[in-house]
């Protein structure tokens, strides 16, 4: 066993603590998802966030550590460490809990983007392989000492702004594009099915009404918790708090504060008036939105992802130029991708992936070391582009083969029953929140009303159909068994 001095102690002291409240960054991904899915949904989401976390360690454990960080010296991947091979009587113990911690992040990014259509058992079978292949493999050329580490000069991404969150951001877009917009998301669409539980044949509509956050109390509370854990995510990336490092962690914690606020103030007071300029929108009702907490919330989110790769050696009136770069590409980035009509319930893409290219880019220009601003030749601006290009290389084919395979097999979309009725309902048995705000409507086909039901329901018109919550199918669901 190596000799543990003070400075040693304290040093990983300082890493388990980080690694502790990154791993509670998971507590406001499962609230920002829950508050931004619909009421019938959110069993489901949070589902899919715990057993990131439950997969994820058992994967990282057996494959993923030895990957990213088992001597790599400047090659693909790494080739130990499996299975915490060589831990004992060593402190890798406390890397092992820091990165793991980092990767069960990344991963959960995925899950606010495929959010409302995705199969568990897809959900499950990309975790699986995220953690083990996509996201290690990436981590090893910038943080394992890879091939983008060695380069001269190295890759700048500090704490993540391309390991974690572009690959996370371009894995969201992949899982999107597969999975197609959920129903009625964009425009009110009418479906037919199968009832399982009528055993009829019923029809139901969808209107993007419905798609109203579940409770923004839940996503602003989300919010403050990631904001939290940013702080070290991002400070305890020093993997020490002893020497020149105990100025660093604390300059890194400022600069990320500045990036996340103004990034939420550029999104907060641009977003609605860029929207109304440049895409013509048209309001419905006798007022327009101007002041909306989700744009606030995504900002300042995106602040965070921006300043990320680049926090620990810049100045902070460049972290707060970052920031807002960050908000302005997520208010471009969501108008591209409501052209495009990607269906993202928690604008993952537009936070994470438009946010991580900032934070990739601009640091060639700002880091006080490298950058061009401070005098650099410039040589680190394509060493940048060439990171984050094979960065979303590897994310895109990693997760086009895992959803797309899903895809192929017919197991990664739920069935139309169970997106009207809410997969809470379908895979849980029973919904998360109050049912009366989550039970849909659907309509029996061809099944006219008696006269007594007539009667009952003052309805004029014997033509019709009978209109049924969720809750009247379990009841004649009941009556059948």
Known sequence: ??????????????????????????????????????????NNSLIKNLIDCAIGAIVYYLIGYGLA??????????????????????????????????????????????AERITLIAYSIYSVLFNAFVYPIISSWVWGGGWLYKMDPPFIDFAGSGVVHITGGVSSLVGIVLLGRRLGRFEPETVEFDDPLSRKRVRATISPEEFRPSSQIYAVTGVFILWLGWLFFNGGSTLAFTGSSTITAGKAMMNTTLGGASGGLIVFFLKHPLYDLIMKRKHIGPFKPKFDISALNNGCLVGLVSVTAGCANIEQWAAIIIGAIGGFAYIFGNMLGDKLRLDDPCDTIYIHLCGGIVGIILPSFLDQTTGVCYGSDGKQIGIQLLGMVAIIAWSAIGTLIIFGGCKLFGILRMPVYAEVYGLDLVDNGVYGMNVDLAAPKVEIIDEEISENEQMEDQTPEPSIKRQKTILDHLKTYEKHD
């Not at 690694?19 to 619909?38: H, I, K, N």
């Not at 090659?75 to 990767?103: K, S, V, Y």
């Open 1 to 42: 066993m190596a000799e543990i001095t003070i400075d040693i102690s304290v040093n990983h002291l300082w890493v388990l603590t980080s690694a502790c409240l990154v791993f509670f960054m998971q507590a406001g991904f499962c609230l920002l998802e829950t508050g931004s899915v619909r009421p019938k949904n959110i």
């Open 69 to 114: 960080f088992g001597d790599v010296n400047g090659e693909f991947a790494g080739h130990e460490l499996f299975a915490a091979e060589n831990f004992e009587n060593t402190t890798i113990f406390n890397l092992w809990m820091f990165q793991f911690a980092f990767a069960s992040t990344s991963a959960t990014i995925v899950s606010g983007a495929v």
